[in-house]
């Protein structure tokens, strides 16, 4: 008998009909002979009326009360879906943020998890019950409402994994699983049947937003076996499975290609070199609370140096303009950006130990003419910077070239 | 400085406009110098709203889970006034019936408030805060959400004046006070500047829905001045002021006539009489947990009596089958019925202390030539039962009797 943690999302739990359906697929699992405990959404819609109504009230309303106001949503929820269980005979108990205790910091609205109390809820589970739980909410130490910001549901379902000592964390959504790329973009992309923790917060940072980058964390931390998976589908086993590293005999260089269209470039160059330049450059940037992604620095033979760091597209305008006050005071030669640029990113674990990554990536985008503005590269990650129009071709060159539509490159350990 | 609780019913929240008026109303009772404390009831249609859901998923909800879905009503409006506070500058601070901990036994769906915590509440009281408490609902002793029961707001209220020691409980309604008799049946009917406890009690349990009878007993139980008033009006000190005796120099003798459509008579006869003979009557008809109001009897002349009651017009088939069994086994002359009966009652904590108001109660109906049923007294109430058909006129013509309408029934102590 294993213990599984379920998450359902807004759009699962939309209307009367899908939260019978939820119930019947919960009562399946337990049929299986599983012990349930199901993390919930507000019904879809329902979050977005309820920010409606308090925006109508007050433009600025207090995180406090917000928090108050949200967590209704999930509340409704977990009673409908008990009733719903309880109308197939099925005994289960809704538990709020609050009653678990979801113990978080007081920062509403982005509430960070602390500690999670299970003893109740050990029990239930004994006394045969599925167990219903409110996501995204918490209580502070003061007991008021905290909420763990959107998406904070898959959050709270890693979180009861982890305090259960669950067998796996299933994170029910509309796509089956993550995919070596978009399939949008590269239709031959494949489904992977796993990947690990580091390889997915990769790419759910490079924009693959299937999990919430924090719920992955949080799972990797306490090594939460996590699965994504279709609420649609019907096999057990099916989706993926986001777990750590294990020595496989054969093991996936590349787990997928990850890009980010978001980003804007910006470059200084021919500043004389000293040190503490860097800092001098960035400085301004920071200040204004700029996010700086990828920096690349390189030095020329004048005793100059060209410095180049990324952006979010929204901050652009800022950032060029920022930039080119420091540029005056440091008597740079030139100052210029581009913000119709995106980065294409190869991920994973498999290349650590492997060489030649870089130059199978490199040739295959010059091969199709694909110029290179940035190169940044991490232990599990080598990303690029490319003109915008060359972001379809890119993905399509480089998921061609590591073989991902086909398994091509598992190679043995 | 006075601390006021102020309670606010559904129709009084039901839209944002609504909202921000209680918001201006709170204000300005708090310019006047005085700390608020308000309990507010769901939105007008949300509860009912959301026991549809419910009964579309289930035909018979758990209570538990009935509670944890219908508190939620409450819980958006102490957010949303929250912030209606907040966005005109006023401190305020909400509070669901888990967090400022109104305890309560479990009885979910009619649960009875067993204590409260208050010592946040102060907290933010000396601190400047408006507080904003979810009506209705409280917390059992773990942590289950409970409600009160429909009007439970009231006693929410109630229960927080006692908790807190405040001068006085507010209930905001659609009615402008407690009313000498209905206005729709004597279009003279005055509105009462204060009743005693007592006097209200004996009103509300005769039909004169404007308090939830439990929030009457709550307040005189712990000597909370209650006041009744509407919604729609400016003045303060407006409205009826629900409180203890007082020795004043002027007493009315009768406040007020209360009726009751809902009651039907039954009547067996010619029961042989001996000791026990009252509970083998009502013996059957309390086993089927049918509740009984009016108890008469009267012994006859041939060691025989006569014993009629009443019940609610509901339960007055059941009871005539189960009364005419009963008939047939103690050997009695006749059973019979009359579902077409009203009760209508002076009540006046003044007739303690003065004679002859029965016999002006009975000349004045036998006046209009309007036939007495059955008569029942208590210390504070005269009821009479007579045809439906008279109900009006039997109202009009006692509220002239004893000069309701002009305070004419003033009399010196």
Not at 76 to 95: E, R
Not at 105 to 134: F, T, Y
Not at 217 to 244: D, H, Q
Not at 368 to 378: D, Q, R
Request: net charge negative; with cysteine; glycine share 10%.
């Amino acid at each position: 008998m294993a213990l599984i943690v379920q998450k359902y999302g807004g759009t699962s739990v939309g209307s009367v009909e899908r939260i019978q359906a939820v119930a019947d697929r919960i009562i399946k699992n337990r049929e299986n002979g599983h012990q349930i405990v199901v993390v919930v959404s507000a019904m879809s819609g329902e979050t977005n009326k309820l920010i409606g109504l308090a925006n109508e009230i007050n433009e600025r309303p207090a995180a406090r009360e917000m928090d108050v106001l949200v967590s209704t949503g999930e509340q409704v929820t977990i009673a409908l879906l008990s009733m719903a269980l309880h109308a197939k005979g099925i005994p289960a108990k809704s538990y709020t943020g609050t009653q678990i205790k979801m113990l978080t910091d007081n920062a509403h609205g982005k509430a960070r998890i602390m500690d999670i109390q299970c003893s109740n809820m050990q029990k239930d589970l004994e006394e045969g019950n599925v167990i219903v739980v409110a996501g995204f909410q918490g209580v502070d130490e003061c007991g008021n409402i905290t909420t763990l910001g959107r998406g904070g549901s898959d959050t709270t379902a890693v979180a009861m994994a982890a305090a259960l000592k669950a067998d796996e964390c299933q994170i029910y959504t509309d796509v089956d699983g993550v995919y070596t790329t978009d399939p949008r973009i590269e239709p031959k992309a494949r489904r992977l049947e796993r990947i690990t923790f580091e390889e997915m917060l990769e790419m759910a940072s490079l924009g693959s937003k299937v999990l919430q980058i924090r719920s992955v964390e949080f799972a990797g931390k306490y090594n939460v076996p996590l699965r994504v998976l279709s609420s649609f589908e019907e096999s057990e086993g099916a989706g993926t499975l986001i777990t750590t590293e294990e020595n496989e005999m054969e093991q996936a260089v590349i787990s997928g290609i990850a890009f980010n269209k978001d980003e804007a470039q910006l470059t200084i160059s021919g500043v004389p070199d000293k040190p503490g330049v860097a800092s001098d450059i960035l400085g301004s940037v920071t200040e204004a609370n700029i996010e700086v992604d990828m920096i690349v620095q390189n030095v020329g033979e004048d005793g100059t140096t060209d410095f180049t760091f990324t952006v979010h597209r929204n901050d652009y305008d800022t950032a060029l303009e920022l930039l080119t006050r420091t540029g005056e005071t440091l008597g740079a030669k030139n100052v210029r950006g581009d913000n119709s640029i995106v980065k294409i990113s190869l991920v994973g674990v498999g290349m650590r130990s492997h060489a030649g990554i870089a130059s199978t990536m490199f040739a295959a985008l010059a091969k199709e003419g694909i110029n290179i503005l940035m190169i940044s590269t991490s232990e599990i990650k080598i990303s690029v910077v490319v003109a915008e129009k060359y972001l379809e071709l890119g993905v399509r060159t480089l998921h061609s070239a590591f073989g991902l539509e086909n398994d091509g490159n598992l190679v043995n350990l």
